[in-house]
Structures are given as C-alpha cells and as structure tokens.
C-alpha cells in the first residue's frame, strides 16, 4: 500500500455539525470552539453558513461568529453558501472560500433545493464568478455521492455530471460526500474516481458520515488512491436528518488518531483536538461521538 | 486493490462477549443468541469459556449451554479452555474446536497468567495434544498483539514468537488480536507478516477490539493481505477491561455490512443478524453497540 505522507483535515464540526442541534449554540461557543480547533493544529475550518435563519436558525449567527473569530495566520475559514444572497451576506464576513454544492441524484436535488442538478449549477455559477472576481476560493461538494435516502444507490456517472458541471463553472475544489454514510470502500472509489475525470487529486476531497460506522475505512479506501484532503467532525458533531438517531460525521479524533499510527502527518495534536471535542461536547450535554476520544478520555480518567 | 472473494467471520459474542456483563446471562439465553446467529448465517460460533467459575462465573453455566445447543450440520461450536483441568471438562461437551491462547507481550503475560509467554505455551502444549488425539482442532489466540496495557506498543517480534510456538506445540490455526484495540492498518499488517512467517494464510484469522474506532479499517488492511478469517461479536458485545466504558469486539453487524458493500460473500444475513443482535440487546437492556445495526433498526422504526 502507498499512501499519502501528509493528510489535510478540514473540520466541518461548527458548521455541519452544530447546524443539527435543535438548540442553537450561542456565537461565544462555536467562536471558541473554532479557536480550540485552530490550536489544536487544524488549518480549515468550516465556520457557519449564509443561508436564510428561517430555515436553519442555527447558523443565524453567522455573521457574529465571523467577526468574533481570531484568525490565525495560515487558516482558511470556509462559510457554505447556498446562493447569491448568501454570498453577499457572507462576503462582508471575509471568507477565505465559500462552499456550494449539487447533489449526485436527481431525486435528491428535487426533493431538496426543487430543481435538477443542471439547474441547480446553473444557479450557482453566477456566485462561483462573484467568488473567485473577488478572490475568495470556490470549494464544491457534492452531496448523496454513492446513496440517496429517495433513490437509493447512486451510480458513479450521477457524481461525474456534477463534478463536470462544477468545473465548467469554475468550481475550483471537489469535495464527494457520502451525506448518509451508506458507503462502503470500493463504491466510494468508483465515486472519487468519476470526480477525479473533472479535478484532480490535489483538488478532490472526501467527506464521509460514520452512519454505518463505515467512516474510516472508506477514508483508507480513498487514502489508497491517493486523496489527501478529508471533512470530519470534531467529536463526530452532526447528526444525520434522514436516519434519527444516527452518528453524523466521522470524528476528527477518530481519522487523526488513525493517520497517526500510520505515520501519516495531519499537523494535529490529538490531544488538544480530544480538548476540543470535550469542551463542546461538555457545552451540549453528551458524551463525545468518537470511539478514540471516548477511549482516550477513559484513559486519562482512570 | 485485490481482496478475498470469501470471508468466514467466527461470532465470539456468546463467549467474548458476554463474559464482560458484570450479571451473568442465563443459558437459555444464551442458547438462543446461538441459534440465532447459526440461523443467521454464522458457521462458527465460540460459544463458552471452561474455566474457573471462581474467576468468570459469567460463563459457569458452559456445560449446561453446550449442551443445549441444537447443534446446525455445517456450523463448528468453539469453546476456550485455558487449561488440562478445562480441556477436560470441556470434553464431555463434544466442541470441534478448542481455543488456547498465549500474550505477545511479556508484561501481559506476567501480570494475567503470571508466566512468561514461553511458559504459557508449555503449559498448554498437553492440552493441544489430548485436543489433537481427540479429533478436536485446536485455535490458538494472540493476544495483545500490537498493544499491551501494560508495556504499550507491542512490535511485531512478539507476534512472531507466540506464533512460532503455538505452531511447534500444534496448534492448527493462529487467531491476531488487537485486545486493546489500539491498533492500526500498518501496525495490524506488520503483526499479520510477522504471523505469516509461521502460518499459513488459510490458518490465520484476525481479531479487532473497536476501542479507537479502527475495527474495520484494520479488517481492511489485513483482507488486502488475503486474510479471509476474521472473529466479530454480535451487537458489538463486551468491553475492554483496560478502558472502562470503552467499545469491546468489533460488531459482526459493522464487517457484515463493509463486506456485502464490497461484494465479498459471508453467508450471513444482515437482517436475521440485526435481529439476533436485538434479541441479546433487548435481554441486556441496551441498545446494540453497533453503528450499521443502529442506523438500519432506525430505518426500520421509520
């Protein structure tokens, strides 16, 4: 096996995670969370998105959350945005990129956002523009990669039209994620692989829920081919909408204690990001949604 | 990436599993968790431990469990016998396999067995032959392989020398397991190699503890070596005695699912195994331990 000798972590925990608390978190706490990550070694972070507070109340702080921050010299901070009046809400907040995304099955784009996929690029492509005209990185991510929670399994060519669509209008980064953790190694490859027709290794991601518990070893699958940029969660923050109850993003303790013992260099230390995951986890009450914290946090208890 | 067509996953949940609740299970229960798993798909099942009730009086009833079993044409039933005195009593039980097992680190084997790890396999090497005189096949597991509570990182030297005496007293099949589950893809393979020098690929098996999260990925990093025998708990039974509250086995339910992902055949039914591992979660009054089970009991409940 060849793997990458360094791994970059993109910890989507403020952002993906906290947006499925029914309670909001307060600005004060996710601007010291992202500030324990960015200590902890991390150099993305996914801060919060800029989409309408009707519909997601949770991130209605954006703009608070933006401004609280201490940015770090060599940290990018990410905000989702979801369309043109998004972006110009978030452009004051100084993003270093902005995320947009399309789903990989039809279904999913019609139940979802009310139109196809097609469509659903074209409405982006006039904020990709006002991105990158004013020099602020386009991250795309293609959501339900390899399953649908209305389609069922999605085929390789449903993540190769987005990915294409994504590059003709200037999308700079591909992110492929599997939303509902249904994945498993060789289906995930065969959805980096349809990405990887439109962007290149250094340009492509992966973002994988532990749903089915599947999270890590479709990381591998992926460190295999040679993908070295990676979302997760700190403290596996984020549920999943279509399967109540269930884990949401892979813990970022998790995949860095798994790069770890292979010798793989994230730049985190562990222990400051096991910090992190317990003061926000401490903030909501529960345990951390991670095997290697919770193991780790037994340990140091005794 | 080339992977095995097959995989033979042995259930030790009855055995390894239970004997890690702190009440003992009663032994109908137990015979019905058996046949539960055998009606599942299961062909091997390590169904008891015959050792002092004074030391695991969780697994006091053995002879009363064995006994019940309505035994499946094709499925082998295993029991562990840590010494003469079990072996023998272990007899009348009629097991096909027998499971002895010895540390790879000499810390471990000091402080559990209070012996050095080349005493541990003289002790045993009586037992393997009354076992082999008998008809009965005898599996040999490692323990600690790649992490020790007490001396931490284990390197693959210990492996190799508890295999190569298992192999000299004749113990037909060399079982690697990570008891502490600390273990990670390159360390599990470097164990495995270290394993290969004295076994063949069809007389080894893997054995994951989900402590850290990395059960799976591990399974995947030893299936890229071509090893197809793997042990797994259903429900993701028992715990770590090193690390309170931590995950125990790897859940059957979690390998079944990667596996079928990847079109690699087990025989096992996932839905019959869902509901086997509910069965002895509703017994024990917790949920399964098990991320693909909880995700699919979830769809299920709509």
Same sequence: chains 1, 2.
């Avoid at 386009?138 to 039209?161: F, W």
């Avoid at 490859?189 to 991601?205: F, G, K, N, P």
């Avoid at 400051?272 to 401490?282: E, F, H, N, R, V």
């Amino acid at each position: 096996m060849k793997f990458p000798s360094k791994v970059k972590l993109v910890d989507v925990g403020p952002r993906d995670g906290l947006q499925n608390e029914k309670e909001p978190v307060p600005a004060a706490v996710k601007i010291e969370l992202v500030h324990r990550l960015q200590d902890a070694g991390l150099t993305e972070i996914e801060v919060t998105s800029f989409v309408s507070p009707k519909w997601v109340p949770q991130m209605a702080d954006n703009a608070e959350v933006m401004a609280g921050i201490r940015r770090k010299p060599g940290v990018r901070y990410s905000v989702l945005t979801p369309n043109m009046k998004g972006f110009e809400a978030a452009v004051a907040s100084k993003p270093d990129e902005i995320v947009v995304f399309g789903a990989a099955s039809e279904a999913f784009s019609q139940r979802n956002i009310n139109c196809s996929i097609a469509e659903s690029m074209e409405r982006f492509a006039p904020v990709v523009q006002a991105a990158r005209a004013q020099g602020i990185f386009v991250r795309g991510a293609i959501s339900v990669a390899v399953g649908c929670p209305y389609q069922g399994e999605v085929d390789p060519q449903g993540v190769e039209l987005v990915a294409r669509l994504m590059k003709e209008i200037g999308v700079q980064h591909c992110g492929v994620a599997d939303t509902i953790g249904v994945g498993t190694p060789r289906k995930v490859q065969a959805a980096m692989e349809a990405a990887l027709r439109h962007y290149a290794i250094d340009d492509l991601s992966g973002h994988f829920h532990d749903t089915y518990g599947q999270a890590l070893v479709n990381t591998m699958a992926c460190l295999e081919l040679g993908i070295w940029q990676y979302d997760s969660s700190v403290a596996g923050l984020g549920g999943c909408p279509y399967a109540k109850g269930a884990t949401g993003n892979v813990a970022t303790e998790d995949v860095v204690y798994m790069l770890r013992g292979m010798e793989i260099d994230t730049g985190i230390d562990l222990d400051k990001l096991i910090d992190a995951g317990k003061y926000i986890s401490d903030y909501l009450g529960r345990k951390p949604n991670s095997r290697a914290a919770t193991a780790i946090l037994n340990k140091r208890a005794g």
